[in-house]
């Protein structure tokens, strides 16, 4: 059945699409790996390797994906199967899939990081950081933080796109820009933390000359525009205006989520430099958010328990703005598919997203191996699908859409032909990459 634009809901105005946009972008991945894998790889190099590759890459992507939706006003099942044919249909299908799944371990993370808010503000974090992290990241307090943000999620969802999408986000986001300008300045009054800035930045270009690193950048990229799985598709079925600029959105996007990525190892890396902790740091990306950072935070006295609890708030709504989206690729996707109300489709995919996620929240393992398959593998799939249809099958489409708010022919021809060759070539060598990592996590799983 066709379900009436109207009742679809949509945009009050093309601001709340940006700043919606740019909640879903903001997010885990801008505080959680941006920083961790510029430091590990390359510092100040990565920064402009991953600005190239936003450049280059995210931005076409993403005018791609806000083209499809605005073009066709529907959730990517429908939408794809409009511009490319039945067939296309599956990929639509998929999209939903990812979002379904990546939600489950986003989800998780997002409660490790609600607990965090809770015992910080009630400075119940204990020194041994890492003893603590492993108590609460898995097992049943997980599982009931867990269950906690996505009834939240849920909640904001079912109030539709512009009393619940629209408005958290029109609330949200600006308290988060304010706490992290907020903790960037004053983790640049803190002694010592110079050390954490050249940590972080310290530029090594031959680190450029690393495939993986290069697969690696990309793939964050990707996940932290939310590309390659239809939220950004799914939230531009919902503007009004032909007229809005699209590829000047998609830079305002993309452009907003670097700026948080890179403020976000500002904050981070002076605070744990300036308490001698860059041992706890750890192997993984995990390990410097949630052991060195409240360790640090720990050994702050007095005020540790309150910039704590604000560094984590802010992580929270990030993650937050962020769950929306998924949430509401899977909910759009049910109600164009078969025509479920709103409530009915976020509740139950909700409660099954819930569900699905337990896994997560009793094992890192498989929490680490979905992230790698379906966060980076995956979504570089996605990303070739959608240059492949834009760029080629659904061109002349995709020209048409743009040129409203974009009168440009040499730049959209430029963009098309992005589309068509070297961004599939790119993504498709993310996506080996990705997947050759997702084997040996595969093995060690199912090895035990
Ligand atoms: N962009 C979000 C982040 O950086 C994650 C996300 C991926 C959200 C895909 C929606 C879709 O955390």
């Known amino acids: 059945m066709t379900v ?8 009050k105005s093309s601001a709340g699409f940006i700043i919606a946009a740019v909640g879903s972008a903001v997010g885990l991945g801008n505080l959680w790996r941006f920083s961790y894998t510029a430091s590990t790889g390359g510092g100040a190099a990565f920064v402009v390797l991953y600005l190239v590759l ?27 199967e409009r511009i490319g044919g039945r067939g296309w249909r599956i990929v639509g ?9 990546i939600f489950s371990y986003y989800s998780v993370i997002m409660g490790w990081t609600a607990r965090m808010v809770w015992d910080s503000a009630r400075g119940t974090i204990p020194a041994d950081t890492g003893a603590y992290f492993t108590a609460i990241s898995t097992g049943k307090a997980a599982v009931l933080w867990h269950a906690a943000g996505m009834m939240l999620t849920i909640w904001i969802v079912l109030g539709g796109i512009r009393q619940g999408i629209e408005r958290a986000a029109t609330i949200l986001m600006p308290i988060l820009f304010a706490l992290l300008v907020g903790l960037a300045t004053w983790a640049a009054t803190l002694h010592g933390g ?4 050249s940590f972080y930045l310290k530029p090594d270009f031959r680190a450029l000359l690393n495939l993986d690193l290069i697969a690696s950048a990309a793939a964050q990229a990707f996940f932290s525009l939310s590309l390659g799985m239809g939220a950004m598709i799914t939230y531009a079925s919902y503007i009004q205006s032909k007229e809005l600029n699209l590829p000047k959105q998609a830079g305002i996007i993309a452009l907003s989520d670097t700026a948080v990525a890179f403020v976000g190892g500002l904050v981070v890396f002076p605070i744990i430099f300036h308490f001698g902790l860059q ?8 390990g410097a958010l949630f052991i060195a950072l409240p360790k640090a935070f720990h050994s702050l006295v007095p005020g540790g328990a309150l910039i704590g609890t604000i560094f984590f708030i802010a992580l929270y709504i990030a993650a937050l703005t962020s769950a929306i989206s998924l949430l509401e690729v899977v909910v759009a996707g049910i109600i164009d598919a078969w025509g479920w109300s709103r409530e009915q489709a976020a509740l139950i995919a ?3 997203i819930l569900l699905v996620g337990i896994p997560s929240a009793l094992s890192l393992d498989w929490m680490g191996f979905l992230d790698k398959f379906l966060g980076e593998a995956m979504l570089a799939v996605g990303g070739v699908l959608i240059a492949i249809l834009t760029g080629w099958i659904w061109s002349e489409g995709a020209d048409a859409e743009v040129a409203h708010g974009f009168p440009y022919p040499a730049l959209r021809r430029a963009w098309l032909w992005l589309l068509r060759i070297f961004i599939p ?10 997947f050759k990592q997702v084997v040996p996590l595969a093995r060690a799983l199912v090895g035990g």
């Open 4 to 11: 009436p634009a109207t009742s679809r809901g949509a945009w």
């Open 54 to 80: 936003v450049l280059a890459v995210g931005i076409p992507v993403l005018t791609a994906e806000l083209t499809v939706g605005r073009a066709t006003g529907l959730s990517p099942i429908r939408a794809l």
């Open 93 to 101: 299908a998929m999209f939903v899939l990812l979002g379904f799944l």
């Open 194 to 197: 110079g050390a954490g800035y």
């Open 279 to 286: 041992e706890s740091i750890g192997s993984s990306a995990i």
């Open 350 to 352: 909700g409660g099954a």
């Open 425 to 434: 070539v790119v993504l498709a060598v993310v996506a080996y990459t990705t």
